[in-house]
């Protein structure tokens, strides 16, 4: 695995911006990271509001395969991620 400035620095966002998103998803799962497919689309609802808004430095959806596993039915979207 690899540290969060690593992650940071392929997302395109700054360190310390990664650490606030994984913080603030962390509580908003609860600490629960099992998370269901209802509760991923929740959450990528929520990030696709939040870079419209400016909230976040770069918008997600450009880098990751969001939008597209999103719209899945099945648990597999956990593990859909891919970089384009």
Do not use: M, W
């Amino acid at each position: 695995f690899f540290d969060n400035a690593f992650y940071a620095r392929v997302g395109g966002v700054s360190t310390t911006e990664l650490n606030k998103l994984e913080i603030k998803f962390l509580f908003g799962v609860d600490f629960r990271l099992h998370v269901n497919v209802q509760t991923f689309r929740k959450y990528c609802s929520l990030l696709k509001k939040q870079a419209n808004d400016g909230i976040i430095e770069r918008p997600l959806i450009h880098s990751y395969s969001i939008e597209e596993s999103c719209t899945k039915n099945d648990d597999s979207v956990l593990s859909s991620f891919r970089f384009r």
